[in-house]
């Protein structure tokens, strides 16, 4: 029975830890997690140009990809340099999640839109 379950148990491990995730979730071990509405920063006026660029990168490179893996991905918003995204359905929770919007996800935005520095989960 191992022999069959060690492949699959081994890549979840790495998947998760290749992905920097946590060993715990905060709020099992005692820490507080900020609900699902918790308050993210508004879109200043200023970055309006910015947002509608990174808003159509989202639209038309990010959310089919992400939705040809059952998964779906919002906008949340975007505030000196960083870009607020969630990741929904079959993302939402998945180990790579967090390796895709890193790796994939920061590095696309960075490339086509220059302000942004970095992608946050929210």
């Given at each position: 029975a191992?022999?069959?379950?060690?492949?699959?148990?081994?890549?979840?491990?790495?998947?998760?830890?290749?992905?920097?995730?946590?060993?715990?979730?905060?709020?099992?071990?005692?820490?507080?997690?900020?609900?699902?509405?918790a308050?993210?920063?508004?879109?200043?006026?200023?970055?309006?140009?910015?947002v509608?660029?990174?808003?159509?990168?989202?639209?038309?490179?990010v959310?089919?990809?992400?939705?040809?893996?059952?998964?779906?991905?919002?906008?949340?918003?975007?505030?000196?340099?960083?870009?607020?995204?969630?990741m929904?359905?079959?993302?939402s929770?998945?180990?790579?999640?967090t390796?895709?919007?890193?790796?994939?996800?920061?590095?696309?935005l960075?490339h086509?839109?220059?302000?942004?520095?970095?992608?946050?989960?929210?």
């Amino acid at each position: 029975a191992w022999g069959g379950l060690k492949p699959d148990v081994l890549s979840i491990l790495l998947d998760h830890f290749s992905a920097e995730m946590p060993l715990f979730h905060p709020a099992q071990a005692g820490f507080s997690v900020p609900s699902a509405d918790a308050e993210l920063p508004l879109d200043a006026p200023e970055d309006a140009e910015i947002v509608e660029q990174i808003k159509e990168l989202i639209e038309t490179r990010v959310r089919p990809a992400v939705a040809n893996d059952g998964g779906d991905i919002v906008y949340r918003g975007f505030q000196g340099g960083v870009v607020y995204l969630q990741m929904q359905g079959a993302c939402s929770g998945c180990p790579s999640s967090t390796a895709t919007l890193k790796n994939g996800i920061e590095q696309l935005l960075k490339h086509y839109v220059p302000e942004v520095s970095e992608v946050r989960a929210a």
